[in-house]
């Protein structure tokens, strides 16, 4: 039997439900419904239990979902139950100088071990704990402190280049803030954030009002 395909923006929507669940559980609500979750979230109840049955049957008729286990249960589908993931930085500018310095990361699993950039003015210093390293080293210490997860923060010309060093450091994961398509192979998963796009489509509903 083939394994269900999860759509991507089911695993999406996974950390928006965790996130509300953790406030739930701070607030010591034990039960939680699919309809509260869509009252306070703003997708539909069917929607929620469309998402969680591609993992299963969760909750009981008339009670609604555990919120502590719903949660256990989604930090294990993310894979963030288990110790932090390492996470590395390429590109100490204004972006990833804001990344690395993001105290959200830590509360959601990911820990920033190591931050590259090749302007010499920029290597050695630091971006909070975390020394900055010349980029021509990105594979040596990525296999030496077994990084899987890489973050792309540098000009569009560049990002392809760095890909390809993430490659060879053993990364597995890529989150591409740069505004241009890399190619890497079926090996990596690629996440493209282009904010100037997310901009533009924000830009598109306010200029239909």
Request: charged share 25%.
């Amino acid at each position: 039997m083939r394994p269900k395909k999860i759509p991507e923006s089911t695993i999406k929507r996974l950390s928006i439900y965790l996130r509300e669940l953790k406030s739930l559980s701070n607030e010591q609500i034990k039960f939680v419904s699919s309809q509260e979750l869509s009252e306070r979230l703003g997708f539909s109840a069917a929607q929620i239990r469309k998402d969680l049955s591609y993992f299963g049957q969760f909750g009981r008729v008339g009670v609604g979902y555990s919120v502590e286990e719903l949660k256990d249960i989604i930090e294990g589908l993310l894979g963030v139950n288990r110790k932090a993931w390492k996470v590395a930085i390429v590109g100490a500018g204004k972006l990833g100088s804001a990344l690395a310095s993001y105290s959200g990361f830590s509360n959601r699993g990911f820990a920033i071990e190591a931050c590259f950039d090749n302007d010499p003015k920029k290597v050695g210093t630091f971006l909070g704990s975390v020394k900055v390293e010349n980029s021509d080293k990105i594979p040596t210490v990525l296999r030496k402190k077994e990084i899987k997860i890489g973050m792309i923060a540098v000009p569009k010309d560049y990002a392809q280049k760095v890909a390809q060093e993430l490659l060879k450091g053993g990364v597995k994961s890529i989150l591409n803030f740069a505004p241009v398509k890399i190619s890497i192979g079926k090996s990596v998963h690629v996440r493209d954030v282009d904010l100037s796009t997310e901009l533009e489509g924000l830009a598109f509903y306010l200029s239909r009002e």
